[in-house]
Nanobody, 125 residues
Framework: QVQLVESGGGLVQAGGSLRLSCAASGRAFSSYAMGWFRQAPGNERVFVAGISWTGRNPRYADSVKGRFTISRDNAKNTVYLQMNSLKPEDTAVYYC??????????????????WGQGTQVTVSS
């Protein structure tokens, strides 16, 4: 069992930055591939970024490439999402997720084992 707690969301103006954190507790964090997803009102939950248990070869949605960076600190059981050059269309609830024993990035949300409660990100124009 893994518990995930996101933090770092908030209100920011367009062009600004936020860093989201996802703290994990429970079983060996380093054995999990981690992902960030987002869900805007009326929309389905979509992949934003993912990172394997090794931290190598992260993947990003095309909409955030070059602006967002995912990273992990296995010593702190934490995964981060640095979000720069934010746009109003980035407004959503952001969720982190964990997939056990996945050595590669997982894009499909249905393949994740655990989810956090989400943190709201609002970007004003």
């Amino acid at each position: 069992q893994v518990q995930l707690v996101e933090s770092g969301g908030g209100l920011v103006q367009a062009g600004g930055s936020l860093r989201l954190s996802c703290a994990a507790s429970g079983r060996a964090f380093s054995s999990y591939a981690m992902g960030w997803f987002r869900q805007a009102p009326g929309n389905e939950r979509v992949f934003v970024a993912g990172i394997s248990w090794t931290g190598r070869n992260p993947r990003y949605a095309d909409s955030v490439k070059g602006r967002f960076t995912i990273s992990r600190d296995n010593a702190k059981n934490t995964v981060y999402l640095q979000m720069n050059s934010l746009k109003p269309e980035d407004t959503a609830v952001y969720y982190c997720a964990a997939r056990y024993l996945a050595s590669a990035v997982v894009v499909n949300p249905s393949e994740y084992d655990y989810w956090g409660q989400g943190t709201q990100v609002t970007v004003s124009s």
